[in-house]
Each structure stands twice: as C-alpha cells, then as structure tokens.
C-alpha cells in the first residue's frame, strides 16, 4: 500500500542495488577512493529529495548510506562536485532538512553530500536514526 509520495517514487529495495555498490560482497576488489570523511558512514536506506537553489531544480532520490557528516544518495544525473544543495531526508514519520556540498559524484550513479550547518532539531534526528541504524536485530 502506498502510504505517502515518497513511497510512491521510492519502491521498497530501490537502495538494494545501490548498498550492492557500495557494500560489495566479501573478496570482490572494488577500488575506492581516498578516504576524506569525518564520522564513518552507516548502510541506510530513506528518501530524499536534493534541491539546487542555483538551478531551481528539485530531484527526488534514494539514500543508500548516512554519517553525522554526509551521506550518499543515488541520482543518474549527479551535480557538480562543489554544487551547494539543500536535502531532505525522509525515514518513517520523521525527515531532516539540512544544507549540503556535492563532495563527489559518480556519474550515472549518484553523488555523496556533505551536511553544513544542520540545526539541532535535525541533528537529534539523525542521531537517532543512526543509533537505530546500528542497533543489532533481535532474533525471533
């Protein structure tokens, strides 16, 4: 049942392909790149929408993984690196809308952000998202 617009643009297991990406199977050699971020990035799924101000565009996407500092979101046409945008986060109930600089793209593939300035109302939301994130699961 589609619950809300987000759940209509972003199907259940969108980001399965993209986690694939980022999160290869053990012993498959990918190469990566210099290693620049501030706070570990987490496997986390969500809704997003990128907005470039410059542009006056709006581009819904899909969240594949999350720190304190950035994420990285999937989008075939990604911005700029240095391209200032304001994302939206959306997870459940909750959402955090904060802005953000293009720290790379890959092209076709998506772009990774660098959160600047969030406020603290945000900040306490992806705080706990990111302590759920890392919650180990419960066995039945």
């Not at 470039?52 to 581009?59: P, V």
């Not at 945008?85 to 600089?101: G, H, L």
């Not at 990774?112 to 919650?135: C, D, H, N, S």
Request: charged share 20%; glycine share 6%; hydrophobic share 40%.
């Amino acid at each position: 049942m589609i619950n809300s617009r987000r759940d209509a643009l972003f199907p259940a297991g969108a980001c399965a392909t993209a986690l694939r990406f980022h999160y290869p199977s053990p012993g498959k050699a990918m190469p990566m790149p210099v290693e620049r971020r501030q706070s570990s990035r987490i496997p986390f799924a969500a809704a997003a929408e990128i907005i470039d101000e410059a542009e006056n565009t709006r581009s819904a996407s899909q969240l594949c993984d999350l720190s304190l500092n950035g994420c990285f979101v999937e989008l075939k046409n990604p911005f700029p690196e240095g391209t200032p945008v304001t994302i939206e986060i959306y997870k459940d109930e909750d959402f955090v809308e904060t802005p953000a600089t293009v720290a790379y793209n890959m092209p076709k593939r998506g772009m990774g952000l660098t959160f600047v300035g969030m406020e603290p109302q945000f900040a306490l939301i992806l705080k706990k998202w990111i302590a759920q994130a890392k919650r180990p699961v419960g066995h039945a």
